[in-house]
């Protein structure tokens, strides 16, 4: 049985590698990793009836796994933003089939980050950036480098989960901006 150390060097230099992957090799890694997902990530009827203006929010589907310290990304949020954000559902329109099981994918925080920044590479900043700076990076930045600890129980787990010390990651955040991000690094930093 293989050490605490020697688990977190190895899921170290799979971030790692994780960085010069292309999406599509991401996406494919990670459904390999954690497996399909199992439910979509919206009810289709509840979905259908938030676009009719029936009702104001929309029912979920039992796909979570933050108790695990997983989030689950939506493939297509490199043509689209904000996939699960009820606003721009309602302003894009987005169709249902951008939420099924098979347009999903788990990852747990550092992989979710690095999805969002090779999204950003491939769509020159169009897609993925807002993610990656407003939402992912900074949970990076206070956990692992100012090291304030989350305060709701899935954090914690989410936290556990893909756990860094100061050291690496400010060395992955720095690989990141001179990779994936370098194109929008200078625009955009935490």
């Not at 605490?4 to 090799?25: F, V």
Request: include cysteine.
């Amino acid at each position: 049985m293989q050490s605490r150390e020697a688990d977190h060097e190895i899921r170290y230099a799979e971030y790692m590698n994780m960085i010069n992957m292309t999406y599509s090799e991401a996406v494919a890694y990670l459904l390999n990793k954690y497996g399909p997902v199992k439910d979509n990530y919206f009810n289709e009827k509840s979905y259908q009836r938030f676009l009719n203006g029936e009702i104001k929010s929309i029912s979920k589907g039992e796909c979570a796994r933050t108790s695990e310290g997983l989030y689950t990304h939506h493939v297509d949020e490199n043509r689209a933003e904000n996939l699960s954000d009820l606003r721009f559902i309602r302003h894009y329109q987005y169709p249902f089939s951008m939420h099924r099981k098979d347009r999903l994918v788990y990852a747990d925080l550092i992989e979710h980050l690095i999805l969002h920044a090779i999204i950003t590479k491939e769509t020159d900043g169009r897609f993925g950036e807002k993610g990656y700076s407003v939402f992912l990076a900074p949970n990076v930045d206070q956990w692992f480098i100012s090291k304030k600890m989350p305060d709701p129980e899935w954090m914690k787990a989410v936290y556990r989960r893909s756990f860094l010390t100061k050291e690496e990651a400010k060395r992955l955040l720095e690989q990141i901006d001179s990779g994936p991000r370098a194109k929008v690094a200078r625009y955009y930093r935490i």
